[in-house]
């Protein structure tokens, strides 16, 4: 009976102990998040080097909203890293064991399995999906569909793709507003496409993928001509070397349309697609994991405003995004975790049927 | 005998017989020195290439091999792509060779031998492409071409219109295979012109006369006596030329790629790179592939080179060639050579700088010149990466030529000199290998070779000295080249001279061989340097953030979408090689002009 008691004592007391970090946990994590990233910063001398893929003029109005409202983080040295290849590149530098300089970075959705699959990722110390029930009120809460589900990343971005038009080239009446327009006889070879499509959510959701598929080998009949870059596309058509640029980024067209460019046009066709971006992820690596996900959470909520507002990356389906009206009515297609698993496959895919060689 | 075993029993000699000879250190050095950078130039040579063909047979990544295996192989030929590529490849090679043949014959024979005014400024246009990089002459061209708002095609358009012909598009389309050709032919043009000009000036006349007294006309001669006799250097040249056709990237990749076109070249480095995820076991194997046929190519070039004597026509008599007298043709042959200069040189140059002044690309015209700003130099200018870059960038170039060039004069000191015939021919033969090897492969297999553990623990990749390594393995063909003829020219009674006045092998080298070799040896290091300042397909393999350079800093800028800030840094580049040239002529003029006084 005494062994019974001593031993029932014995194992209260290790539980009480055992569960002090998960009672911690349960209490406010965002503060202690705050906190995290307060002590990381401390350590750095309250700089943070950060690579995403937006461009400066994109990046450059953002950052300061989230400084400001963490003013621990005294300074940010912004690089733009943009593109597949430079992360091919860091991941072989990251096998002899040298690592990228910046604190807070994105990497391509092209290389996220590898990484993953190299252990260049980890797993956040905070849940998203719990963290989101401690949010500040006014920063309101993350969509559930920017949560990885296996809790790796949280995407921050809403990419939608459309089509774009130089007016002085296209006559009324034959603007494309639809998918098929693309595949037009009167555009053969005409049109220009980014060689990285990104249409994995139109090949992964069967109310579209059947659809797609058919559109990628038009688009190949239709003589198509195969670029890189969203910017090299859209330069492009408004410098009237192309008419039309098709499945093109709301947030590159519209910069270059606020930017005084006044030889282009753009559309939302139905279905949209639409890619969760700027994943942000917590690099093996990483000095801040705290203000990582920090910053991926105030992106996701607060900082979507601002974001919205310099940078065009909202959500189509948020009413204060710009792109609301324009894609309101619309089938949204997202590419989800599931999806995100298939993407190598969807590459291959989308490469094949556009008759450029691809990985086996 | 000592317990000191044998460094006991050496200093015991060493009492016994004095200080070691002058004669054995100096022997030592002679065989010491050679046999070093023969194993340095294996190092750099032969083991990233024997690394790549071993890898090629693995699955697995460079930094984590796995087992042997067939599948790269298979993956490889086991699709269409492959096939096309081949074919296109070929056909790329061989038709861009042929026009720089044909353009480079012509402009030889009007030089050399034709009444045709101006031929000293002639002889200097055909010169002057050399100084636009490959990367710059393509994008120019894709605003000069362009199907829809290429400057020559606009100009054709309307004067098509002015004769009531209307043309929606074109009617040329750079985004070609033909549009590759055109634009590779042209840029070939220089190396043949330079390779084949010397065989027109030495021709023996007397065979042309002979002709002409059997009564054959200008035409028969030409076509009977002077292109048969001219045919092995015509061959080596275009041999030559079909190889840095074969190797060429730029043009594959500007022109190529949009219009989904793939040469060697440009599907090793898309395998490498833009595949997800990238195919490094399918680069080996088509870089392989690749190996075993420039081999065969080199083999045979160097076969075609040997036989060259048998076609020896320079006599002793002291004939001067016969002038042709092109009567009421001569300005128009004259004019042929401006049209040349204004298509490889005014016209890319023009639209570059009309570029670089532009914020969004349109055709030239009055309206657009309100526009014109320098927003793109300042936006280069300001930007902390372009300012790094070009810092790596004259470092690399600075290196490269030194390094290149001191294993240059090793290696041709050992070819032409040495004493150890083996070593010959294998040098020879290996440092003339990375002439026929696209850029793209020699970064692969370094890539292969340095994150191979334990030689990833260097912590090369990414370095700079990765890329001069790799830069140098590319250039030392031409270095050796260059040093093995200026050797040939001195006479080796000068070193035979110092040696009967008893001055040490290493005095020899210092006081006669270097100084003679100084002209040869500088421009050599200036033409390796400019070359190294713009190369694009060995960066753009191994350059990273943390040793960016300024050619891949275009080539993304490029690919980014800055039309603008492109062209504003190839204007910069272009100043900045033709500054490095004029100062490289003025140093070697002025070296000559000393070593002659």
Known sequence: ?360 | MSSGGVFSQSAAEFEKRGPIPSWLVSQGRQYLVPFLGTAFTAWLIVVPLFFLIVSSFRSGTPWHPEAFTLQNYINAYSTSHTYVMFANTAVFAAASTLLSLVLAVLFAFLTERTDMPFRNVAWGLIIVPMAIPGLLFAVSWTFLLSPHIGLFNLWLRSAASFFGIEIAQGPFNIYSLWGMIFLDGLRGVTTIFLIIVGAFRAMDPSLEEASRAAGASNFTTFFRIFLPLLSPALLAAGMYSFMNSMESLEIPLVIGLPARIFVFSSYIYFSAQRFVPPQYGLSAALGASYLLISILLVFWYRRLIGDVRRFATVTGKGYRPRILQLGKWRHAAFALFVVYFAVTIAAPCFVLVWTSLLPVYTTPSWEALSGLTLRNYRAVLSLRQIQEAIGNTVIVALATAAVTMILSLIVGWTVVRGRIAKWRGFLDAITFLPQSLPGVIIGIAFIFLYMQPPLNHLGLYGSLWILVMALAVSYVAFGTRTMMGALTQIHQELEEAGEVCGSSWSSIMRRITLPLLMPAFISGAIWVASHALRNLSIPLILSTRGNPVLSVIIWHTWEDGYPGRTAALGVMLIGALAILAIAGRVMVHRLSRHQES
């Open chain 1, 1 to 360: 009976m005494r062994t019974n008691f001593r031993l029932a004592v014995a194992a209260v007391t290790f539980l009480v102990f055992t569960s002090q970090p998960v009672l911690a946990q349960k209490g406010n994590l965002f503060n202690q998040l705050v906190d995290g990233s307060r002590a990381e910063l401390e350590k750095k001398g309250g700089k943070l080097k950060m690579a995403l893929d937006w461009p400066e003029e994109d990046a450059k109005p953002v950052l300061p909203h989230f400084q400001k409202a963490f003013p621990f983080i005294k300074q940010i040295d912004y690089v733009r890293e943009t593109r597949s290849e430079p992360f091919g590149r860091y991941l072989v530098s990251a096998k002899q064991g040298v690592y990228p300089e910046y604190d807070i970075m994105h990497v391509a959705s092209e290389f996220q399995a590898q990484y993953l699959k190299e252990g260049l990722f980890v797993k956040p110390r905070f849940d998203y999906k719990e963290l989101n029930k401690f949010l500040p009120k006014e920063w309101g809460k993350i969509d559930d569909r920017a949560i990885d589900p296996k809790g790796y990343f949280l995407g921050t971005t809403g990419n939608a793709r459309g089509h774009a038009w130089n007016p002085t080239l296209v006559p009324k009446g034959k603007e494309p507003t639809t998918w098929e327009a693309c595949l037009d006889p009167m555009w053969k070879g005409k049109v220009v496409y980014d060689s990285r499509g990104k249409l994995e959510s139109l090949q992964h959701d069967p109310k579209t993928r059947e659809r797609t598929l058919k559109w990628l080998r038009g688009l190949r009949d239709n003589n198509v001509v195969l670029l890189r870059g969203q910017a090299t596309v859209l330069q492009k058509v408004a410098s009237g070397e192309f008419p039309i640029a098709c499945a093109v980024n709301y947030h590159t067209t519209f910069r270059m349309i606020d930017q005084g460019v006044k030889t282009l046009a753009f559309a939302f066709a139905d279905p949209i697609p639409l890619e969760i971006g700027t994943r942000l992820y917590i690099p093996s690596w990483s000095q801040v994991p705290a203000t990582t996900q920090l910053f991926a959470v105030w992106l996701a909520t607060a900082g979507g405003e601002f974001l919205e507002k310099h940078a065009y990356r909202g959500f189509p389906w948020d009413p204060k995004s710009k792109k609301y009206p324009m894609a309101k009515g619309k089938y949204i297609a997202l590419c989800d975790a599931e999806c995100a698993e298939k993407w190598e496959f969807y590459e291959k895919e989308h490469a094949e049927l556009l008759g450029i060689p691809a990985a086996k």
